[in-house]
């Protein structure tokens, strides 16, 4: 039984409101259901799809907050 957790931030969106759409996330689970049945024989009714939508100040790259992150990198391109 596959389960698979898929994890976006809110980047962009209001406090409290979803990154994706309802139509948005359906897309991604059947995308992905889809997938492991084409790849690994998976029956969709046995493939279990979690999407967690995360702030983008819990998100952490490279020792940092994304954006902290994300700052540092823009300084190395200038």
Known sequence: MPFVN???TREGSAPGLSAAT???KAA???GVSQLLLDVL???L???FVAIDEVELEN???GGLP???YR???QSKHK
């Open 41 to 43: 024989n998976k029956p």
């Open 59 to 61: 998100w952490g790259w």
């Open 28 to 30: 991604l689970i059947k």
């Open 71 to 73: 700052k540092q990198q």
């Open 66 to 68: 994304v954006p902290e």
């Open 22 to 24: 309802a139509e948005q």
């Open 45 to 47: 009714d046995s493939t």
């Open 6 to 8: 898929i994890k976006i």
